[in-house]
């Protein structure tokens, strides 16, 4: 699969994260290597997210560092997209579709420079990238979940980075608007950038990522999606939640039958 080989885009060395006096991530190490479609999985409170956060500033860290591109990020800040959670949105700012999408060429334009005529036909190729060409002067708020979150990934396309974090950009999300995302994101990887999603769906997880990362407060495992999602190294990484074993297992299975 792509990416095995590639140079890392993106280094966790040791990372610490806590919140208060209580830690939610301990010790990572994590090489996440460039031209790759890497997915990060775990339970629910695990450290998901705050692994995501932690790469692009949004939480300090208590220790350790970061490194995208071989730099910090301060270095390569303009060549990194983001498509946050949807509950982080306020869906109900007055703004349209294609004012999102432009919000992805501000840090190439600088502060005294508005969009043109360049930015709006790169907003548009964009949207169209995604399937939402037609909705492109709809108020965010009034799209689906699921076009919401395409939406965002076309701002982040619009930025045109080198590296993309997502932040489950699949939760309540229609499976139509799934298989769309994921083929958007096989694309981005083709074009030899760096798409890190924080994932919860087991199933789709084997059927498209080229590598995945456990984590359950600590990196449990890493490496060929086919080696990491093994019965062990799920019940290490969901261990204490028998609940869900039995499930996950069956959504493994099922999505290594799937042509």
């Not at 699969?1 to 830690?23: I, K, L, S, W």
């Not at 992805?104 to 334009?109: A, D, M, P």
């Not at 190729?125 to 060409?133: D, F, H, N, Q």
Request: glycine share 10%; aromatic share 6%; charged share 25%.
């Amino acid at each position: 699969m792509n990416g095995v080989n590639a140079p890392a885009g993106v280094e966790f060395h040791d990372v610490t994260v806590a919140y208060g006096r209580r830690p939610v991530l301990w010790n990572v190490d994590l090489a996440i290597p460039g031209a790759s479609l890497f997915g990060i999985i775990g339970p629910n409170g695990a450290g998901k997210s705050t692994l995501l956060k932690a790469a692009l500033g949004l939480v300090p860290l208590a220790g350790g560092e970061v490194r995208i591109l071989g730099a910090e990020l301060d270095e390569v800040r303009p060549r990194v997209g983001y498509v946050p959670q949807r509950e982080s949105v306020d869906w109900d700012f007055p703004v349209n579709v294609t004012d999102v999408v432009l919000m992805g060429t501000y840090g190439s334009l600088g502060w005294l420079r508005r969009p043109g005529r360049a930015e709006r036909a790169l907003a548009e190729s964009c949207l169209e990238r995604v399937g939402l060409a037609e909705v492109a002067d709809r108020q965010i708020g009034r799209l689906s979940g699921g076009q919401q979150q395409r939406v965002f990934l076309a701002r982040a396309l619009a930025q045109r980075a080198d590296v993309y974090f997502l932040d489950e950009p699949m939760a309540g999300v229609d499976a139509r608007s799934q298989e769309r995302i994921f083929r958007v994101l096989a694309d981005i990887r083709a074009e030899g950038k760096l798409v890190v999603v924080v994932h919860h769906d087991l199933r789709t997880a084997t059927e498209w990522f080229d590598r995945v990362a456990l984590v359950d407060m600590r990196l449990v495992a890493t490496g060929p999606t086919a080696d990491v999602l093994t019965p062990e190294n799920l019940r290490r990484t969901y261990s204490g939640r028998h609940e869900v074993l039995d499930e996950i297992g069956r959504a493994v299975e099922e999505g290594r039958r799937t042509p």
